[in-house]
């Protein structure tokens, strides 16, 4: 399988803190790539490394064969890398309508169809064109954060958590929503919340304490309850 | 009646002025979160340029297009080399704009001397005339109608084209604009010359409204445009010019019936806001 991202040995700072020690990792063209790990192991930075938020300090970030470690993250993002924050990123004063806009980078028949299919995946998007980001609820904020990376041509889209603070039955929409995404393109999937993971995710990486320290395939994982208890708290 | 009509007219003139400036101001902080104290040095470089062009070649439009100019390239030049190198340390963005405002207003002194210069408005915005009872200064109404058409314009660019759709994204949240794939800082400069021609534009038009142009006036004027970003919301347009309309005419009225208090009715409505409203009349929501 041929490698899309590829990170190797990759550390990164925030202010005088060192967060990320020795990062790791390959994401493979297609499918659902998911790093798993406690809270505060390193994930988000991981995932703002990548778009280079938080600059790597050392080691290399490969995409498409080419290193994007030094570049700025708008350049990184029109590399063909869609970002999903943990916190949504949503401009709340914009309307739903406007922060879709706002992320087109063209307005072809390409952008035009993925902006169709996002709409019918999510139909709240539609009825709440004209209403304001910021008085959406949190799902469907989600829902927007998702829809706005998906609607350019990106390769590669990175999540962060995105059922954080959602009820279980908009956890279970978002999860089907990725689902039907990962048919089309190749995801990075930062989850805490390990049912979501498991039933998405096709290949894991475990990250502690700012470094990779274990991979694998996911149905493994699930088998492996030493590992699931010692890594990720789950008995 | 026409005394109120005539304070008013005064107010919302004054609101414009200080408008223009305070609109750049408050797209510089809400965008860059710089605190850009160098501003009423593009106000006064404009003003000085401006009117030592319109009084070469007596055509006050041509001075008004020179002031235009000249904000636009003093703010390049502050953005690249005052503003750049300080870009999220607010201690260091006061310390150096605010000697670079300095810098530029003895550089008034040197360049264009250090007295004062009287400025007349031109012919054809000189003089009065009346409605019923109530007298209406020609060149008041031009200002309050280039401060009209300056938002209309501006609100346009920012609700109905792209870039200014970036430029809204952008006060709300830098950090995801340039994740969808914009580069910001391209933006921070464009918004940054804007903003500097705004102010320019400001100065030009005070210039004959005021009767006469000194190099301190800027500095004076910027504080005023800052009580103006702070109650009207930092980043916020629409505030700003709420704001500016309503310091104005309470600085026009005040000084017609209090006028010990004229220059404290400001800092009492800034005090005010900031007490109950601490994040300005309007919010920009994240």
């Not at chain 1, 790597?56 to 290193?67: C, D, L, Q």
């Not at chain 2, 439009?61 to 080399?81: D, K, P």
């Not at chain 2, 809204?168 to 604009?177: L, P, S």
């Amino acid at each position: 399988m041929n490698s899309l991202l590829n990170l190797n040995q990759v550390a990164a700072n925030i202010g005088q803190y060192h967060i990320l020690h020795d990062i790791s990792f390959e994401v493979p063209s297609g499918g659902v790539t998911v790093l798993l790990g406690r809270n505060g192991a390193g994930k988000t930075t991981t995932l703002r490394t990548i778009m280079g938020l938080n600059p790597a300090s050392k080691g290399s970030i490969t995409f498409k064969n080419e290193e994007i470690s030094r570049l700025k993250p708008h350049i990184i993002a029109n590399r063909g890398i869609g970002y999903v924050p943990e916190d949504q990123g949503i401009f709340g004063d914009l309307t739903v309508g406007e922060n879709i806009r706002v992320a087109m980078k063209k307005e072809d028949e390409g952008t035009t169809k993925r902006m169709e299919w996002v709409l019918e995946l999510f139909p709240d998007l539609k009825k709440f064109w004209k209403k304001p980001g910021g008085q959406l609820s949190g799902g469907q904020k989600q829902m927007l954060a998702i829809a706005r990376a998906y609607v350019n041509e990106n390769e590669l889209l990175l999540i962060d958590e995105p059922s954080k603070g959602l009820a279980p039955i908009i956890v279970e929409k978002v999860m089907d929503s990725i689902n039907q995404m990962k048919e089309k393109t190749t995801i990075l999937l930062v989850e805490q919340n390990f049912m979501m993971a498991s039933k998405i995710g096709d290949q894991f990486y475990i990250i502690d304490d700012g470094q990779t320290i274990h991979n694998g395939q996911m149905e493994e994982l699930k088998e492996d309850k030493v590992l699931m208890k010692k890594y990720l708290g789950i008995s | 009646m026409d005394l109120i009509f005539s304070l008013l007219i005064n107010g919302l003139a004054t609101g414009m002025l200080i408008f223009l400036l305070a609109a750049g101001l408050t797209l510089i902080f809400g965008l860059m979160s710089v605190l850009n104290f160098a501003h009423g040095g593009l106000f006064i470089w404009g003003a000085y340029t401006g009117v030592w062009f319109y009084q070469m070649t007596n055509s006050f439009f041509l001075g008004i297009i020179v002031a235009i100019i000249t904000g636009l390239l003093i703010g390049y030049v502050t953005e690249r080399i005052i503003v750049r190198p300080v870009y999220g340390n607010h201690i260091q963005q006061i310390l150096i704009t605010l000697g670079f405002m300095l810098v530029l207003q003895e550089l008034i002194k040197v360049v264009f001397g250090p007295q004062q210069i009287a400025v007349f408005p031109p012919e054809w915005l000189s003089g009065s005339f009346l409605v019923g009872d109530v007298v209406l200064i020609k060149y008041r109404l031009f200002i309050i109608a280039v401060g009209i058409l300056v938002f209309a314009i501006c609100m346009f660019i920012l609700k109905k084209t792209r870039i200014g759709l970036i430029v809204r994204a952008g006060v709300i949240n830098k950090e995801m604009v340039q994740s969808l794939g914009i580069n910001i800082r391209l933006v921070f400069m464009l918004v940054f010359m804007v903003g500097a021609a705004l102010a320019a534009l400001s100065g030009i038009l005070h210039a004959p409204y005021s009767g006469n142009l000194y190099a301190e006036m800027g500095l004076e004027f910027s504080i005023l445009a800052f009580i103006v970003v702070v109650i009207g919301g930092m980043g916020s347009f629409t505030g700003s010019l709420l704001a500016a309309l309503l310091v104005g005419l309470a600085q026009a009225f005040m000084a017609y019936y209090f006028p010990a208090l004229s220059l404290a009715v400001n800092m009492l409505l800034m005090t005010i806001v900031l007490v109950f409203r601490p994040q300005g009349l309007f919010r920009v929501k994240g």
